[in-house]
């Protein structure tokens, strides 16, 4: 029986880009070498690096301004890269406080300068995006930071803040990165981890205006430096080849798919039917504040938490893995990432009208 696996990260891969990974591993395109193999500066890698970026670019719409970068640390490795390049000596940062992730930026941001947080929805548990229209943003602001998509809360930004004329905003897209079109002129930098919504963990994918990264603090080490990204183009060192090649393959079959227009059409329709089915029960329960729902990560609960267990288990035997709530948060949690076919949302509806008529 296939299982549909709804973890958060690292997360689903799509059946067909798995298949060509495996037929590729010993023996890439005939030379005899498994694509782990190779040298990163051989033509047989140099050619996976650039139609990576190229699929990248092209998925975006970027245009020549931005540069596509591949670095080493995952997502919580910006969250000081950020501050260490952007944030002047006694500078001061905006940031909104949307949920764990975002304290945790916020967190490392505070060794480098001082954190004004714009808006926070602490208070009502991340139930919701800090309203905009209360936000407190400082005077001289060295850049703006968000994070788009709220994984362990399950809530995501409907629409982006508006830009202030010379403070750069920078999202953390972690987990909805690529999951539907976006403006990247609306942003300086937009970045994420990609074992959530682009494949392998280890990487994160950061695509930056060049213009930016040309005015960030020079005394950092090398590696540290997001010019040193764009000037080696990843290379500075060796990248981790495994996982820009797993980006290749599956921005090859977004690609494939259509674009992000086609992709973000797809995940409208698996999260709303999710939703639909949370609004008119009983039995389960959205804590997330209705306009604030992600599309991602469809969060929620039921009667009490001995339910909730067995509903895991169940889900489990099913063939439904990965449903368990962060451990902060409890409750029940379905990450409906791209790979995630309809399929496996409407197996797990089906699961959860059973579960209700069952135990209701
Ligand atoms: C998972 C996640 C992170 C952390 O990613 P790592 O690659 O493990 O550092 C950061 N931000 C968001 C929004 C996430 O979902």
């Given at each position: ?7 958060a ?22 030379t ?23 699929n ?16 080493q ?20 940062a ?6 764990t ?13 001082t ?27 060295a850049y ?15 629409t ?5 004329e ?32 682009l ?39 060796t ?68 339910l ?19 451990r ?13 076919p ?9 699961f959860m ?8």
């Amino acid at each position: 029986m296939k299982v549909y696996n709804f973890s958060a990260g690292p997360a689903m891969l799509p059946e067909e880009v798995m298949l060509k990974a495996q037929e590729e591993f010993c023996d890439y395109h005939g030379t005899r070498c498994g694509i782990m193999e190779l040298s990163h500066r051989g033509p047989e890698f140099m050619e996976v690096l650039a139609t990576a970026k190229q699929n990248i670019c092209d998925l975006m719409k970027l245009g020549d301004d931005y540069a596509v970068c591949f670095i080493q640390g995952g997502a919580s490795m910006q969250f000081c890269m950020i501050p260490m390049n952007f944030m002047p000596a006694g500078g001061v940062a905006d940031y909104a406080d949307s949920g764990t992730w975002s304290a945790n930026a916020i967190k490392e941001a505070r060794r480098f300068g001082t954190v004004n947080i714009v808006g926070s929805s602490k208070e009502t548990n991340y139930d919701r995006i800090p309203l905009v229209r209360h936000w407190k943003p400082s005077e001289n602001a060295a850049y703006l930071h968000i994070t788009s998509n709220n994984t362990i809360a399950g809530t995501q930004y409907h629409t982006f803040p508006p830009v202030k004329e010379g403070v750069p905003m920078i999202a953390d897209m972690s987990s909805d990165f690529m999951s539907r079109v976006i403006d990247i002129n609306e942003f300086g930098m937009v970045y994420g981890g990609a074992q959530k919504n682009l494949g392998p963990s280890g990487v994160a994918l950061v695509i930056i205006r060049k213009d930016l990264a040309a005015r960030a603090n020079s005394d950092l080490p090398t590696m540290l430096r997001y010019s040193t990204y764009i000037e080696k183009d990843s290379m500075f060192n060796t990248p981790p080849t495994f996982a820009i090649y797993m980006l290749k393959l599956i921005t090859d079959w977004m690609k494939a798919k259509g674009g992000l227009a086609v992709i973000e059409e797809i995940n409208n329709t698996k999260s709303e039917a999710l939703y639909e089915l949370l609004d008119r029960s009983d039995f389960y329960r959205s804590p997330v504040s209705p306009g604030s729902r992600s599309k991602m990560n469809v969060v929620f609960r039921l009667p009490s938490e001995e339910l909730e267990a067995t509903f895991v288990k169940e889900a489990t035997q099913n063939g439904m893995t990965g449903l368990k709530g962060h451990r902060s948060v409890g409750g029940i949690r379905a990450s409906i990432y791209n790979a995630m076919p309809i399929a496996g949302v409407e197996a797990l509806i089906d699961f959860m009208i059973q579960f209700e008529k069952a135990n209701g």
